[in-house]
């Protein structure tokens, strides 16, 4: 089983300030997936990145895979009340298996 | 138009009984999955079919048998509850062999309660 570990557990920030979510594995990915989950809703998926270095932007969220495959980032800039949610970081390999790890909960304040 | 959808949404129930949760997207995808959220958050891949066809099978009790009618469709039927299968359990889709690039779509989730 591949073990994916993201930090921090819990985030609970002011509106308008930035965030990081990091997620760390001592395994080699073929490709990351950020999803995101509303409470009492199932995940949607963020971005998929696949190549060691990358970085993709999506508005004011930017993701970054580590050139090894090992870990990823996710970074909110000026977080507004609808980023609030669980973050999660999910990887695979060639069995075609998703791994999840424990999810970030972050919360924006108004 | 719901993609992936799943009934029921809360299920309580008592220690000992048999119940399964239905799943059905209409999204033409060929692969279809089942996970497990726990209290913790953390969500662990239980069974995935494609075209019909079992291809992961993790290591899951006996009592959970996943079933699948036609692709569209995936059940799961878990015999004999015990309190520690008190979870949220989401059924998912992809488009084809559920490879590394490809996005699952998540239903609503179903709220199991074993009392």
């Known amino acids: 089983t591949q073990l994916l570990e993201q930090s921090p557990q819990f985030l609970s920030i002011q509106e308008g300030e930035n965030l990081t979510v990091y997620c760390n594995s001592s395994?080699?990915?073929?490709?990351l997936q950020w999803y995101r989950q509303e409470p009492g809703e199932g995940p949607v998926l963020l971005v998929t990145?696949?190549?060691?270095?990358e970085v993709k932007k999506l508005k004011r969220l930017t993701f970054q895979f580590g050139d090894a495959r090992k870990d990823s980032s996710l970074h909110i800039t000026a977080a507004q009340p609808g980023d609030t949610g669980l973050y999660l970081c999910?990887?695979?390999?060639?069995?075609?298996?998703?791994?999840f790890g424990a999810g970030t909960t972050v919360t924006v304040r108004a | 138009d719901t993609a992936v959808s799943q009934t029921p949404k809360y299920l309580v129930t008592q220690m000992g009984n048999d119940k399964s949760i239905k799943c059905e997207q209409n999204?033409?995808?060929?692969?279809m999955y089942w996970y497990k959220q726990d209290s913790k958050k953390f969500l662990k891949i239980m069974f995935s079919?494609?075209?019909?066809?079992?291809?992961i099978n993790e290591t899951v009790p006996n009592r959970f048998s996943p079933k699948s009618p036609d692709k569209a469709h995936l059940n799961l039927h878990i015999n004999s509850l015990e309190l520690g299968d008190s979870a949220v359990y989401f059924c998912?889709?992809?488009?084809?062999?559920?490879?590394?690039?490809?996005?699952?779509?998540f239903g609503p989730g179903t709220r199991l309660l074993v009392l």
């Open positions: 998912a889709s992809s488009p084809l062999a559920g490879g590394p690039k490809e996005t699952q779509y």
């Open positions: 395994s080699v990915f073929s490709s």
């Open positions: 990145v696949v190549t060691g270095g």
């Open positions: 999910a990887g695979s390999s060639n069995d075609y298996k998703l791994s």
């Open positions: 999204l033409g995808h060929d692969t």
């Open positions: 079919y494609n075209n019909k066809e079992l291809i």
